[in-house]
């Protein structure tokens, strides 16, 4: 299996700034159409700023979006994933911290976001090439060439 950097290799990376409004860090999600965000302060990553908070933190608590910085509601101290680690451990810390996103870090910092749908969809491609790989060997036939990751 790819390790996490190879499946969000190419990727843009968003992020908002502590001090941005929740408003604004909800339409930067809705127009990318993404689920979480890396917060940054002074270019370092200090928080992530998801869905859940956005329920959880701001619409329930009855806070207004555009009068609440991120830095007031975001997750501190996430769980992140190194970019050497498999599609297994990432989806290991996910379930064992009960998140859907974590940041992917290497040695130089932030350098993505995964999902759990990211997770889902390498692993979806993985099992329809091993299906593929086994109907060609039950009908004696040479193996088809390997999916390249959906993106």
Same mark, same amino acid.
């Given at each position: 299996?790819?390790?996490?950097? +190879?499946? =969000?290799?190419?990727?843009?990376?968003? $992020?908002?700034?502590?001090?941005?409004? @929740?408003?604004?860090?909800?339409? !930067? /999600?809705?127009? +990318?159409? =993404?689920?979480?965000?890396?917060?940054? $302060?002074?270019?370092?990553?200090?928080? @992530?700023?998801?869905?859940?908070? !956005? /329920?959880?933190?701001?619409?329930?608590?009855?806070?207004?979006?555009?009068?609440?910085?991120?830095?007031?509601?975001?997750?501190?101290?996430?769980?992140?994933?190194?970019?050497?680690?498999?599609?297994?451990?990432?989806?290991?810390?996910?379930?064992?911290?009960?998140?859907?996103?974590?940041?992917?870090?290497?040695?130089?910092?932030?350098?993505?976001?995964?999902?759990?749908?990211?997770?889902?969809?390498?692993?979806?491609?993985?099992?329809?090439?091993?299906?593929?790989?086994?109907?060609?060997?039950?009908?004696?036939?040479?193996?088809?060439?390997?999916?390249?990751?959906?993106?």
């Amino acid at each position: 299996m790819k390790p996490i950097g +190879k499946i =969000i290799e190419g990727r843009e990376l968003f $992020s908002v700034e502590s001090t941005a409004s @929740v408003l604004d860090a909800v339409k !930067l /999600m809705a127009e +990318k159409k =993404i689920g979480a965000l890396p917060v940054l $302060s002074g270019g370092e990553m200090v928080g @992530v700023f998801s869905e859940r908070d !956005l /329920m959880t933190r701001v619409i329930v608590a009855g806070r207004d979006p555009g009068a609440t910085p991120v830095a007031d509601v975001m997750t501190l101290d996430p769980i992140v994933a190194d970019v050497g680690e498999s599609y297994d451990e990432c989806l290991r810390r996910m379930q064992q911290a009960s998140c859907r996103h974590l940041p992917v870090v290497s040695e130089k910092g932030l350098v993505g976001m995964i999902s759990l749908r990211d997770l889902l969809i390498v692993e979806l491609d993985t099992k329809e090439d091993h299906i593929r790989y086994l109907d060609a060997y039950l009908h004696d036939e040479p193996p088809p060439p390997a999916s390249t990751p959906s993106k």
